[in-house]
């Protein structure tokens, strides 16, 4: 029978308004424009991630200058900029108590091309603030922002970052700084550099300390208590090689600690050091070797015994590491590792710690991300198969002028992403069958959060000094969502009853699952069910810093009607475990999750976190004769991608093309297509040539299917799927045209020709390292201002023996510069105060600093 337009119509209208989510799994979907590069993000709340950029000069402004502060919707997709005063390049951050975030140091203010700002800090090693980009010096900040929701006013201050040093900052100037929340919700910042370029050492490495004044040896605690900062001797002993150490709180107390090939144990109490057994292979995983590390899920049936995972990053040899101008040789023919090791630091049975082999990541990963989903597995996506993170223009190898890849370090983006289970069995923990593959390479500076639904966002990319179009692995500003499997499912559990706190200890909850959520029967449901806590952290630079998974014990009771009782317990009585602060609640039935539930852990305050004895959790009650209500074939969460599912999307690409054609044609030809309606029943709807950008129209209009629209998974002759089960696709010239990303425009497949396909390079590992900072270097001595100063015609200067100098003394020449407000703002000084911070300010209360026309002061 044929259909008349109108019946047409209806139906495409019909077929577009039901859920596709089956069709989604293991691919990746359009994002949006994040405006910005998504160096940094971290998820607010339920509605909004936000993403802060290094200063550099964006195409979106606000304020008369380049923005690099962001906000993107999680339901449109759509992005806002946000003011930032500071550089907030490399910094670090982490979540606070009450649910606010807070980002730590950057660089020193720096204007177009790298360049440093016009305006000095009194040594001239670094810039005080730039008169093009209106940025200041970030290397002290302190930036705290309260997230805000739709129903609030964005233009208020309540809800805009605040960044004022001359009110809140640092003792110490800090780039690519380390943090870690302790069980009182206080934040322990750790090391850095105060100036740099690619590594934290100079050549030959004879101050391994201090680096001549570039390297910040030291740890402080914000909110501060008290004391000046002091020295951490694991800083210098893996001198060169620990930019963005990796710290994880343990249920001791201490802090687990990793950088260059060195491992510790550290009371930050008493700042006395455990050392802990050497990375085996010398494997290098912090930045810029920046391999894949988390913490495994803490779960009833592992006791919460909490174990470290480490993948990927460089086996490179010590002197191949070069110094802050750049490595010695070039790192992009170097392939990354594909090693994992975990480490159980606080063993249960008291046994000596040990690295444990566990298996190798399906192909080598440098700047690969680790994200925690809520059914415990461990999503890995971006980074390189060879090289490291950072940027340059020269390497010892390849003089100026002559990088093959820009200024990228790394070569051979890993396109697809795989995935991890801590519960199968060794040698079956890695897999990337089902996983369809990005087209947009990730690397330097790209990032990736877990959202509220389950799904993921991936942004980010942009290994240049300043904006840049047109290199071979360009600025990127465009967003993905990537649907796990567990997404072929289309239905997912509806659970009510979750609190919107959650204490340690304490009185136990219930929350119900009816029988809509599930099918089968009711008690295979019940006992495939778990309640997850997960915090998705603060991410940078291949990191998550504050990223936590812990399983909450519940038993259960199905009721005759096929509705599911959990009785759910509160979090272990230990903060230690999973510090206070925002996290999102996600139960998960037969493999699916729901969408999280926000919540806050603790007592939404810093300080000793009130704890109670666990409760007792009463027997689970079945009931043989109940069943979930749900289609089966709408509840399988594996992620099997059926021929149906299949035929489906094609079917509703061809109704949506069909029905397209029916609008064109009620305009006047309605009778004309009467007439013609058996011929023109039997035609195909012509595909379009869209390229290889999935169902980007020429003027970027996607087709159908809005800001979720299908990029991998249509079947239509003109979009080449590329959903496959073998090994990781790198980028490939013959399949998929060069990506050059613009701002505010989506993806343009007119450019040029395609990245080459790298491949691992044949090569043995060496692991003839040296003491970490005893290796005598050949060559010059390397510094900041020699990579940058020289590249772009600057002086170099006469070194870090004088600290840049802080906000105390404006430079001369600063446009309004206002003098500090009493007490000073640093973090020592706020001392007197009752939360550690300055008399001035407190972050759940004050309000943010607000900009002024361009030329005015903006403190």
Request: glycine residues 12%; charged residues 15%; hydrophobic residues 35%.
């Amino acid at each position: 029978m044929t259909l008349p337009p109108v019946s047409l119509l209806a139906l495409w209208l019909a077929t577009l308004s039901q859920p596709v989510l089956g069709s989604l799994a293991g691919s990746f979907a359009d994002g949006g424009n994040t405006l910005i590069s998504a160096m940094m993000m971290f998820v607010g709340n339920d509605e909004k991630v936000y993403i802060l950029d290094k200063a550099e000069g964006n195409e979106a402004q606000i304020n008369g200058h380049p923005a690099w502060g962001s906000v993107w919707d999680i339901n449109t997709h759509k992005a806002t900029v946000m003011d930032v005063a500071t550089n907030v390049f490399c910094a670090s951050g982490m979540h606070l108590p009450n649910g606010s975030f807070v980002t730590f140091g950057g660089n020193g203010a720096i204007g177009p091309g790298g360049n440093i700002g016009s305006v000095r800090n009194p040594s001239g090693a670094s810039g005080a603030w730039d008169a093009v980009y209106q940025d200041f010096d970030g290397s002290k900040a302190i930036r705290v922002l309260n997230p805000c929701t739709s129903s609030d006013d964005f233009n208020s201050p309540a809800c805009q970052w605040f960044d004022n040093p001359e009110v809140l900052s640092m003792q110490k100037q800090r780039w690519y700084s380390s943090t870690e929340m302790l069980g009182d919700g206080t934040i322990v910042i750790i090391g850095g550099f105060v100036n740099g370029g690619y590594i934290n050492r100079n050549t030959p490495n004879n101050d391994p300390k201090f680096s001549g004044g570039a390297a910040e040896p030291t740890f402080e605690f914000f909110p501060s208590n008290g004391q000046p900062a002091q020295e951490m001797e694991f800083m210098t002993k893996t001198s060169g090689l620990n930019a963005y150490a990796h710290t994880y709180l343990m249920a001791s107390g201490q802090v687990f600690v990793q950088a260059n090939y060195s491992t510790m144990l550290w009371d930050p109490k008493a700042n006395r050091e455990t050392p802990l057994p050497d990375m085996p292979g010398q494997v290098i995983r912090v930045y810029p070797a920046s391999g894949g590390v988390a913490m495994l899920p803490l779960t009833v049936a592992n006791n919460y015994q909490q174990t470290i995972l480490f993948c990927g990053g460089s086996d490179m040899p010590d002197d191949a590491w070069g110094n802050y101008s750049f490595p010695n040789i070039n790192t992009w023919d170097y392939p990354a590792s594909k090693d994992c090791q975990r480490m159980t630091p606080e063993p249960a049975d008291g046994s000596q710690p040990q690295y444990e082999q566990d298996d190798d990541m399906p192909e080598g990963r440098t700047m690969g991300q680790f994200v925690i989903l809520p059914t415990g597995q461990l999503f890995m996506v971006n980074g390189g198969l060879n090289g490291t993170a950072g940027y340059a223009d020269a390497t010892g190898s390849t003089p100026l002028g002559q990088m093959p890849f820009g200024q990228s370090l790394a070569s051979g983006p890993v396109l697809t992403p795989a995935i991890y289970d801590p519960a199968a069995p060794k040698g079956k923990r890695w897999s990337n069958a089902g996983l369809s593959t990005s087209q947009i390479p990730r690397l330097y500076h790209s990032s990736a959060l877990l959202l509220p639904d389950a799904t993921v966002i991936i942004a980010g990319s942009n290994p240049n000094v300043d904006v840049n179009l047109t290199r071979v692995f360009p600025t990127t500003y465009a967003a993905e969502i990537f649907y796990p499997p567990y997404f072929s499912a289309t239905t997912r559990p509806v659970p009510s009853g979750v609190p919107s706190k959650l204490s340690y200890g304490g009185d136990a909850f219930d929350i119900t699952i009816p029988p809509s959520s599930y099918s089968g029967k009711s008690n295979d449901a019940a006992e495939k069910t778990t309640v997850a806590l997960l915090r998705p952290g603060w991410t940078t630079h291949a990191l998550s810093f504050g990223q936590r998974y812990l399983q909450l014990k519940n038993t259960y009771t199905v009721n005759k009607d096929g509705s599911i009782v959990l009785h759910v317990s509160q979090l272990p009585p230990n903060s230690n475990l999973f510090q206070p602060g925002p996290a999102w609640v996600y139960v998960v039935v037969n493999g699916v999750p729901s969408n999280g539930t926000y919540v806050i852990v603790g007592s939404g305050s810093f300080g000793t976190q009130p704890t109670a004895a666990e409760a007792q959790l009463p027997a689970s009650i079945q009931n043989a004769a109940a069943s979930g209500s749900a289609d089966a074939a709408t509840t399988n969460g594996n992620g099997s991608k059926t021929t149906a599912s299949k035929s489906n999307m094609t079917t509703i690409i061809a109704i949506a093309a069909g029905g397209a054609v029916v609008l064109a044609l009620v305009g006047g030809l309605i009778w004309f297509c009467m007439a013609k309606r058996k011929r023109e029943s039997m035609r195909t709807p012509a595909s379009k040539p869209y390229g290889s950008y999935g169902m980007s129209g020429p003027s970027g209009a996607s087709v159908g299917l809005g800001a979720g629209a299908l990029r991998n998974s249509d079947s239509s002759a003109a979009f080449s799927p590329l959903h496959h089960d073998g090994p990781s696709q790198t980028w490939n010239a013959s399949s998929v045209s060069v990506y050059k990303d613009e701002p505010h425009h989506e993806r343009d497949p007119s450019h040029g020709s395609g990245y080459s396909q790298q491949q691992p390079l044949s090569h043995q590992p060496q692991h003839s390292y040296d003491q970490p900072y005893g290796h005598q270097q050949n060559g010059s001595q390397g510094s900041y201002d020699q990579q940058y100063g020289q590249a772009y015609g600057h002086a170099p200067n006469a070194g870090y023996g004088q600290a840049p100098g802080g906000y105390g003394q404006p430079p001369n020449g600063y446009p309004n510069y206002a003098q500090p407000r009493a007490p000073y703002g640093d973090n020592m000084s706020s001392r007197g105060s009752t939360n550690g911070m300055s008399m001035e300010y407190d972050p759940y209360t004050a309000e943010a600093m607000r900009t002024t026309p361009v030329g005015g002061r903006r403190f």
